[in-house]
């Protein structure tokens, strides 16, 4: 169990780095602004880069919480 939950503390720790760029070079100093949370799209159908790069944040947030939970539960199991 030792070997997974290193690969696990690693990939967290890839995914948090690719995390906090992604937030940091895409950031628009708006945060407080209330906006929206629905992904548009263009008359065609296509989001633009913007509506990417905010499901690409969501899906990375979303994956780093999960490898954190998962971490947490076996060092608890580790231990306990």
Known sequence: ?????????????????????LVYFTGKGDAMSGGSTSIRTTFK?????????????????????????LLDFIAARQTG
């Open 45 to 69: 159908g296509k989001a633009s880069f913007d509506d990417q790069i905010s499901k690409m944040t969501l899906i990375l947030g979303g994956t780093f919480m999960l490898i954190m939970l």
């Open 1 to 21: 169990m030792p070997i997974f939950y290193n690969v696990l503390l690693g990939l967290g720790m890839l995914v948090s780095l690719v995390f906090t760029v």
